[in-house]
């Protein structure tokens, strides 16, 4: 009978250890495609919107004038990130001039003026950006906007001017050394 312990205990370990194998295959197959995507202000949004599990998007200095709608599946292994190049000179999204749903991006619902970027895809980390201006005619529009999204977590952003900071409805939003400031119901465009 302790052959038989000793076999159910190897068996169990060998089960632990190809199970933590697969884990680990998963977590490198996911991450083995992951690209970094570099931003910069002559782009437009389909290359920060294209980013993919364990892709990290790396955005430069400058203004940005583009919507955007991140829907995106990422996972706890591989979340899809989006960071300033340089914190200290923050990107800035200014949709300031114009209702949001004016200027260019690729959602085309019909609350589609309603943030600056709309997240509904899943594990995303944002950190370093700044949205400012973000008007509807409705009075309605956030800085971010989360629809049916999960597992995003938004640090160290910074939204004003708008007509609100964050709004929305997700599971597990997290909102780290966020600041907004000045937002509330503005005369429109």
């Known amino acids: 009978s302790g052959r038989i312990a000793y076999h159910r205990t190897m068996t169990g370990r060998a089960h632990r250890l190809a ?8 977590t490198l197959s996911a991450r083995a495609g992951a690209v970094t995507i570099n931003i910069s202000p002559g782009d437009d949004y389909t290359k920060l919107e ?31 990130k ?16 114009k209702n949001v749903e004016s200027w260019p991006g690729s959602y ?4 589609n003026g309603r943030g600056c970027w709309q997240i509904s895809g899943s594990y995303y980390e944002i950190s370093g950006v700044e949205l400012t201006g973000c008007h509807t005619a409705s009075n309605n529009a956030a800085g971010i906007r989360t629809v049916g999204a999960d597992h995003v977590t938004v640090r160290d952003v910074k939204v004003t001017g708008s007509d609100a900071g964050y709004t929305g409805a997700a599971e597990g939003v997290a909102l780290e050394f966020v600041e907004l400031a000045q937002n509330g119901q503005k005369s429109n465009p």
């Open 108 to 111: 085309s619902g019909g609350d």
């Open 82 to 97: 989006i960071r300033a190049l340089d914190p200290k000179s923050r990107p800035v999204w200014d949709l300031g001039g």
């Open 50 to 80: 294209a980013a993919v599990a364990g892709d990290e998007v790396v955005i430069a200095p400058g203004t940005y004038e583009f919507r955007v709608y991140l829907a995106g599946k990422g996972s706890a292994a591989a979340p899809i």
């Open 19 to 26: 199970s933590g194998c697969a884990l680990a295959l998963a």
